[in-house]
């Protein structure tokens, strides 16, 4: 379980994450939404240990990050944007050490790794050096190492980003398996990709969490006003599709949804 | 223990990144060459000497050479992963940077062994071409192996701080080169000029290299090594302290990481001028003839020193001028530092010197000089038994020709017993009442109470004088004619040169004239009066006007002793008998005052029975040979080694489920 507990984020004057709260239980999939600059992957840094908030805390599997950072990221796997890595080592020797890194057997390593190999389609390029890679297989890869220790907790920052329809699809079906049992919390910019794979879906904005529900109920709030994209821009924006955009955003300010703290 | 297995995971995979990176392994290729090339080329302008093999060229160049490799090798096993978010993944992982940082540096650790061990063949074919000093290479390769992982600690510092690949490189290798410069001594001469020498050399003491040239030449310094590892130690911690400093928000960063990095800086300054006064000079000689290592025989010599000698080192011209500088120097600082009271050094530069090949030049108090010629061909050894030689020569003068001046007939018996004793103790020429000129090769000349002097005879002591040439003046007439001194034949020379005789009773000249300092400047500085110095006779040193050329002895000073009579500068010891006049009186003077004085003294018994002489093991062509012959199998072996576990490693990866016991 992932708890993000009022975190505040002010690096100037200007906060990135305002009192930002969030709950992602165990089978969850919650999908981060937000315009670029609003926060998301400041809130992904957070909940992966890699930015120490302000105010608020961070758990995971109850462990607080920021008191005993070693111990939660032991429990959690992250998967940056643009899925970055060291361009020279093949996909296997990439794993392998981040495997070693992590402090895995070796005996038990190598089993972990043909195993995840296997699971993420990657048994063809295994010795194929990472910068030589497709997008698609670039993420494969960041999700194997993310999952080599099989950690409870998954941070994902946009992992469909810059992937043709097919990728997309071939993610969202490697995402949808290992996710099913863990506590995931999937930053997106692609509104497509919400119904496919996630359970929840939290709208944030200016650093705030603007709207935050189960993806049904999402879908059915803004099925009357039409699209889940017209909701989502006028969840972020404050502007109602259907009405010019030099009204006052206050009067198309969608009715708060619940949070989820 | 899992810490550490982490961390050592960490390195290798660096490690293996910064193997397969195209651009490391341009950059260690170029280093290997550039190694060649820099030691190589003095050897095909230069016939197979002992400067053309040695490596001395490569280590001038070796601290410019590491600050740019290691510059590269931060910019990539850091700034680059820190650019590309890859530092970022890792760090999620559950890698904190105390494992982070110590990781990937260790990785850089061993790409600066990698490059060290490719720069190997050039110590090898060095070895090959003549003769190397093992140990002094040895130790410059270790040491430049330290610097190098020093500088890289220097540069994550800079990368962390940076976080983007071509500035960390440019702003890295700057600064160790601007650090490297600070330890020059083209840099630390301008800054003296500019700050004088006690700021100019605490800002040199900040420099690692500051000790670098005695380390190429096998002196190795604990401060150096201190220095190094401080720069290794501070470089790292401010690598952490600001990559750990990185989790945090801008403002919290604010807040204190200048601080910290200022402070840090702060304590690296502080620490190297505490570690140079502590450790000062303190080495040891790790060459392999322990050519650094003043002989024990050449430091008794030195210590024994009865007054100061100055050792003016010439090195000469050109390459093997430089050589010698750089050989001798050390040792010669050495040896001055094991008996300072009695030496004083100077080092002539180069081209500066007007030598054609390295010249040592021990010259005493009296401006006695013996000149070596420090031929390297004549074995360290042996010239450092020479330089013992030399000192103990000038500490015992060699017997010298006196010639006698004397109102006292010919043929009296004291005078004539007189001559029989004082040639027993070496060459002395009676010079006849009407002599015209002073031999040539009159060293010191003895004018005791002369009889009525011609001008052409006074002429002659006045030139000899003028000349500076040594006299013994004893200006009364002979007894039993007591004159006045001021009115006696000697008047005239005692005018020339203001000389005023002390009146009777006086302890002390009152010589009217600057030189009467002299008195109390006679080595050790003791008050004459108070305590004579042991076998000297005559108390007053008068030098006579500026140096002139001056037959063979033209180089040494005229040390002219005014007697008077009544005076009682009789040493300890030896008395003139009361009532003693005519030839026995001036007999017994002359005899007082040359005998037990170092005018004329016979070489004092030297302890010659030294240790013998090493033998200079200088290697030949076959124990080059043989030497490349173990070596360089060794290391394809090591490289064939290395390369078969890596590639078992990658096997065992690539069976799936492939386990090892």
Not at chain 2, 175 to 187: E, F, I, R, S
């Given at each position: ?261 | ?305 009865g007054e100061p ?54 010259t005493n108090s009296l401006e006695e000089r ?24 000038l500490?015992a003068p060699r017997t010298r020709m006196v010639s006698i001046v004397t109102g006292v007939p010919a043929g009296t018996p004291a005078l004539e017993a007189l001559m029989a004793r004082l040639r027993g103790q070496g060459p002395v020429l009676l010079l006849p009442a009407d002599f015209a000129t002073i031999p040539e090769q009159t060293e010191v000349l003895v004018v005791a109470r002369p009889g009525p002097l011609t001008e052409p005879q006074v002429y002659a002591i006045d030139q000899f004088l003028l000349a500076r040439g040594r006299a013994v003046l004893v200006p009364g007439a002979p007894p039993p004619v007591a004159g006045d001194i001021a009115e006696g034949p000697l008047a005239p020379i005692l005018r020339t040169h203001d000389w005023q005789v002390p009146p009777p009773g006086s302890h002390r000249s009152t010589i009217a004239t600057p030189q009467q300092n002299l008195v109390t400047a006679w080595p050790g500085g003791r008050p004459l009066a108070a305590a004579p110095p042991a076998g000297l006779a005559a108390p007053v040193a008068l030098p006579v006007g500026p140096p002139r050329p001056h037959r063979a002895t033209s180089l040494v000073p005229a040390h002219v002793v005014v007697v008077a009579e009544a005076e009682p500068f009789v040493p300890a010891g030896l008395s003139v008998p009361a009532g003693a006049a005519g030839a026995d009186q001036t007999a017994q003077w002359i005899e007082t005052l040359l005998l037990p004085s170092a005018l004329m003294a016979a ?59």
């Amino acid at each position: 379980m992932l708890v993000i507990e009022r975190v505040t984020v002010r690096p100037r004057a200007r906060s990135v994450l305002s009192e930002v709260s969030l709950l992602v239980e165990p089978g969850e999939i919650v999908g981060l939404l937000g315009v670029a600059g609003s926060g998301k992957t400041a809130l992904l840094r957070v909940a992966s240990g890699l930015l120490e908030p302000d105010a608020g805390t961070v758990r995971v599997v109850g462990v607080d990050i920021q008191i005993d950072r070693a111990r939660a990221q032991s429990q959690l796997g992250y998967m940056a944007q643009n899925a970055p890595l060291p361009p020279d080592l093949s996909v296997r020797e990439y794993l392998w050490w981040t495997g070693r890194a992590r402090g895995l057997d070796r005996t038990d390593l190598d089993l972990r790794v043909s195993a995840g190999a296997k699971e993420l389609d990657l048994g063809s390029v295994l010795d194929v050096p990472l910068d030589r890679l497709a997008d698609v297989g670039r993420r494969r890869v960041s999700l194997a190492a993310a999952l080599l220790h099989d950690p409870v907790v998954l941070v994902l920052d946009d992992p469909f980003c810059g992937l043709d329809p097919v990728q997309k699809l071939s993610m969202r079906a490697v995402l949808r398996r290992f996710a099913a049992r863990r506590s995931t919390l999937v930053a997106m910019r692609s509104l497509e990709d919400v119904p496919a794979i996630c359970t929840h879906v939290a709208v944030i904005q200016g650093g705030r969490i603007a709207a935050a529900k189960t993806t049904p109920e999402a879908f059915a709030a803004t099925a009357a006003a039409g699209r889940f994209e017209d909701a989502f821009l006028k969840a972020v924006t404050g502007h109602d599709p259907g009405r010019p955009m030099d009204e006052p955003f206050d009067e198309a300010m969608p009715e708060q949804m619940e949070l989820r703290t | 223990m899992r810490r550490r297995r982490r961390t050592m995971a960490v390195a290798m995979m660096a490690l293996r990144e910064g193997l397969l990176s195209p651009l490391v392994l341009m950059a260690l290729a170029t280093f290997a060459a550039l190694a060649g090339l820099v030691s190589f080329l003095p050897v095909l302008q230069a016939p197979q000497t002992a400067v053309a093999a040695h490596p001395f060229a490569l280590f001038e160049a070796l601290p410019t050479m590491m600050a740019v490799l290691v510059a590269l090798l931060a910019s990539v096993l850091w700034a680059r992963g820190a650019a590309d978010g890859t530092l970022a993944v890792a760090m999620a992982q559950g890698l904190g940077v105390r494992m982070l940082v110590p990781g990937r540096f260790s990785a850089g650790l061993m790409l600066i062994a990698v490059a060290l061990v490719l720069v190997t063949p050039v110590w090898i074919a060095l070895a090959w071409m003549g003769p190397v000093d093992h140990g002094a290479v040895g130790a410059a390769w270790a040491v430049a192996f330290l610097m190098g992982a020093a500088q890289l600690a220097f540069a994550f510092a800079v990368a962390v701080l940076v976080g983007r690949p071509i500035a960390t490189f440019v702003l890295a290798a700057s600064l160790l080169v601007a650090l490297n410069l600070l330890g020059g001594p083209t840099v630390q001469a301008a800054m003296e000029g500019v700050f004088g020498p006690g700021p100019a050399g605490a800002l040199a003491a900040l420099s690692p290299l500051s000790g670098w040239r005695a380390v190429t030449d096998g002196a190795l310094g604990a401060r150096d090594v201190l220095q190094l590892l401080l720069l290794l130690a501070a470089g790292l911690s401010l690598a952490m302290l600001v990559a750990d400093a990185q989790r945090e928000t801008a403002a919290a960063r604010a807040a204190h990481l200048p601080l910290s990095v200022l402070g840090m800086i702060g304590l690296y300054a502080g620490l190297c001028l505490l570690a140079l006064q502590a450790l000062g000079d303190t080495r040891s000689d790790l060459t392999a003839a322990r050519i650094a290592t003043p002989d024990p025989a050449l430091v008794a010599a030195a210590r024994a020193l009865g007054e100061p000698v100055t050792l003016r080192f010439a090195s000469g011209p050109g390459e093997a001028g430089q050589s010698a500088r750089r050989s001798w120097g050390e040792l010669l600082a050495r040896l001055q530092r094991k008996a300072p009271d009695t030496l004083r050094l100077e080092i002539v530069p180069g081209d500066a010197s007007g030598v054609s090949g390295p010249t040592l030049t021990a010259t005493n108090s009296l401006e006695e000089r013996v000149t070596l010629d420090l031929d390297p061909a004549r074995g360290r050894g042996t010239l450092q038994r020479q330089i013992a030689l030399a000192l103990l020569d000038l500490e015992a003068p060699r017997t010298r020709m006196v010639s006698i001046v004397t109102g006292v007939p010919a043929g009296t018996p004291a005078l004539e017993a007189l001559m029989a004793r004082l040639r027993g103790q070496g060459p002395v020429l009676l010079l006849p009442a009407d002599f015209a000129t002073i031999p040539e090769q009159t060293e010191v000349l003895v004018v005791a109470r002369p009889g009525p002097l011609t001008e052409p005879q006074v002429y002659a002591i006045d030139q000899f004088l003028l000349a500076r040439g040594r006299a013994v003046l004893v200006p009364g007439a002979p007894p039993p004619v007591a004159g006045d001194i001021a009115e006696g034949p000697l008047a005239p020379i005692l005018r020339t040169h203001d000389w005023q005789v002390p009146p009777p009773g006086s302890h002390r000249s009152t010589i009217a004239t600057p030189q009467q300092n002299l008195v109390t400047a006679w080595p050790g500085g003791r008050p004459l009066a108070a305590a004579p110095p042991a076998g000297l006779a005559a108390p007053v040193a008068l030098p006579v006007g500026p140096p002139r050329p001056h037959r063979a002895t033209s180089l040494v000073p005229a040390h002219v002793v005014v007697v008077a009579e009544a005076e009682p500068f009789v040493p300890a010891g030896l008395s003139v008998p009361a009532g003693a006049a005519g030839a026995d009186q001036t007999a017994q003077w002359i005899e007082t005052l040359l005998l037990p004085s170092a005018l004329m003294a016979a070489p004092p018994p030297v302890d010659t029975d030294w240790p013998p002489l090493e033998r200079k093991d200088e290697r030949t062509v076959q124990d080059a040979l043989l030497l490349s012959a173990i070596a360089v199998p060794a290391l394809v072996l090591a490289a064939g080694l290395a390369a078969h576990l890596l590639r078992r490693r990658r096997r065992s990866m690539i069976q799936p489920g492939g386990r090892r016991a």
